[in-house]
């Protein structure tokens, strides 16, 4: 037991201050937790907080939503990833600011003093300044989220079932999607899905028929990082399912009953999920307008220093690394953040030792999307291929990168029951969301 | 789909008016569902009304508290029940009324006509009328419930982490059960187990051995309702992982700080959890003194009728059967919930048919609780055994009463997964609890 003598509670948060250097990181996703690891068992002191006691799978969140996973199965104690290494401290914690003259983070637990501060907060929802929008829309970015996603979808089913109102009861069964992005492909097919293969069970006294998902996106094609091929035969795929695509359209405004657009396209909704966008989630203190780029994120260079400074760090989607190949920064996704994280272990290591750190390079190993029962779409480096094999790739390539035994095994079996019984049995009401909506 | 000519929107819910009979069931617990599948196909139509969109398997709830098991392994939903089955209604609804004249259910949603109706509401939880203790302790009745007992005992840890006033880390590490009964054992079993598996590994900055569990319980010996041997083997199986038992005593109050007793024993607590009892879910409307009995249940005679009443009947935690085993009416629990069930299954189309119906006879199969870790109590109707034995076959008996493939499937890889690595994965604060407290 640690008993330091402390005059105020919170202060420096019972973590004793050894000889060893301390290193802070702040987000437990891929990247912080990619470093974490990097770090174990070294002659470094590594404080890792995060808001959540728990890392979030978020490429699977849209099975959350859809009731085709439960929430547990993609989310991870951090605690567990960190318990064998002992110097390791984990603090559930909000950080509030950093102060960057006294090498400090303010989080809602009190301060911390840092030697090394690794940012790797990811990122959140860009609403691209409609507040309208973030008010009525739903997102999916956390498991929190991805609940209140799932529960307004069934009871939005219910409610169709009583009304005799027939815009309303279509207004209930219409799903919009902004964007086309990996986020919105995956969930619209699993909506699609679900109106295929649940919903005339459950509801045979409602005409299912009726419901409809839209994807709205501003671009000319959806999957817009991915290949051509890749792009086409994901809307072929989705068209099929009878998912309704609307290219070159960008949703304008949402009152939490009509969705209106830059075109004369309109929709009656119920439920607007918006996936056109995420920005860096950045923090007070290092929000100064020489620091951000586009999209809201940290300049960095090639060592992940943010920019005008030597021992801050910045790494996965809050991070703005400019690379010959990608000269607006690297993707917002899993890969550059994993493959930072690790970089980043060994050059801190380095750095500390006064030896030079390596530069950062991108191993681009491609980009997924499953569109729906034994459908996906996958572009790697030097292949491209799409349907039932890009599919088991998927599957593989997300069983893999998923943390846990546990974890993996319950998906496999989730994944298994709901292929061979064309089900989702997660579809449950577990904490209403309309009645706590923010209407 | 169907659409009626109705002038109000919710009115009759929109199910039709067929010239079968109709039943309208209150309740998706273990009783309504086992009437449910007794009048699958039948001449009849059914109509299923319940708060919540799935049953809950309530033994297991010990479970969700304590990161053992998903919430969504040990929920099914109702739907998927009675999909196979066209003369099934399922109604998302909570019943506010039941008004006996005009023979109509009053809900949230509307008011709907019965020709016969079976109340299958359960339990809910008895503070006895101490409206301070209801206020400040936790229950664990239904999945959010559970969820927030889970996010509490998390948070706890992580608050005790940041504390340096040992009054207060004790509070936050000090867990008090009020019952002992099967859940209160339960519960305080796999407390045991964290306390010695998880905690030590996860928080090894704290010393955990300060970590205590305490059963109040107001009898002289703890599983009343069990055998003597079953009693004393259990009381001897949580003195071995550290449990603090203290029989005779009544918990009197409880300020959210301090839980003061009736004796001069007293505890800092930051969690009470308040397993002493549940009373009947009755509703208004029903609830006039003469058909209330003991522990605000139904008084129903042997065909479940509720007392002054031919076609409305009472199944379950609800229904006071008085029997001459049971002079205070069968025991709260789903075995004569299943059974009566099924009973008033075959008795509810025999009395549609003009035929004599079968009175009740409760087959008592025994009862069983585990302690944790190869420990548990089984009774049986010849066998009394204590055990790792008797833990196989509370675990065979949990596993073969659970609804679902995919359920049993998940259950049984976390039993697995838990006991060979002594780990409980989903000690995920999922959704904050103490922001959110009701104080």
Chains 1, 2 share one sequence.
């Not at 909506?191 to 919903?199: N, T």
């Not at 095994?409 to 009645?435: C, S």
């Amino acid at each position: 037991m640690v008993l330091l003598p402390l005059c105020t509670k919170f202060l420096f948060m019972n973590i004793p201050r050894t000889s060893s250097p301390r290193i802070v990181i702040i987000g437990g996703g891929f990247g912080g937790v990619a470093l974490a690891k990097k770090l174990a068992k070294q002659e470094v002191q590594v404080i890792l907080l995060d808001k959540n006691n728990y890392h979030t799978f978020q490429p699977l969140l849209y099975q959350v939503s859809t009731g085709g996973l439960e929430p547990d199965s993609i989310a991870y104690p951090i605690r567990k990833i960190l318990k064998d290494f002992s110097n390791f401290y984990f603090r559930l914690a909000n950080v509030e600011a950093i102060d960057t003259k006294k090498n400090k983070v303010v989080t809602n637990i009190g301060k911390l003093k840092f030697d090394y501060l690794v940012i790797a907060t990811g990122s959140k929802t860009n609403y691209f300044g409609n507040s309208e929008i973030e008010k009525y829309s739903m997102a999916m970015k956390t498991i929190p989220q991805s609940l209140n996603l799932r529960s307004l979808i069934l009871e939005n089913f219910e409610a169709a079932l009583l009304t005799s109102d027939l815009n309303e009861r279509n207004a209930l069964m219409n799903f919009v999607i902004v964007g086309g992005g990996p986020t919105g492909v995956e969930l619209a097919g699993a909506l699609a899905e679900i109106k295929k293969g649940i919903l005339p069970k459950d509801y045979p006294d409602l005409d299912t028929r009726m419901a409809q998902i839209h994807i709205v996106q501003s671009a000319d094609c959806i999957l817009k990082g991915m290949s051509k091929k890749a792009s086409e035969k994901a809307e072929e795929f989705l068209e099929k399912l009878g998912v309704n695509i609307w290219k070159n359209v960008r949703v304008t405004h949402y009152d939490g009953k009509t969705v209106t657009t830059n075109t004369d396209l309109a929709f009656e909704t119920e439920t607007l999920i918006w996936a056109a966008g995420v920005k860096g989630a950045t923090i007070k203190g290092l929000d100064a307008t020489e620091l951000i780029t586009r999209d809201n994120r940290l300049l960095v260079n090639e060592f992940n220093q943010v920019k005008g400074f030597e021992h801050i760090f910045a790494i996965g989607d809050i991070a703005n690394m400019v690379t010959e190949n990608f000269p607006d920064g690297l993707p917002m996704m899993a890969q550059p953040a994993i493959q930072q994280g690790e970089q980043l272990g060994s050059n801190l290591l380095r750095f500390i030792e006064q030896k030079p750190m390596k530069p950062f390079t991108f191993k681009d190993k491609g980009a997924m999307a499953t569109i729906g029962r034994n459908k996906a779409v996958v572009d790697l480096k030097r292949f491209k291929f799409q349907g039932v094999f890009a599919w088991y790739v998927w599957m593989f390539v997300h069983l893999f990168f998923l943390i846990g035994f546990r974890n993996r095994m319950v998906v496999f079996i989730n994944w298994v029951y709901n292929y061979v019984r064309f089900d989702r049995e997660a579809r449950l009401i577990i904490r209403p969301f309309k009645k706590n909506r923010k209407i």
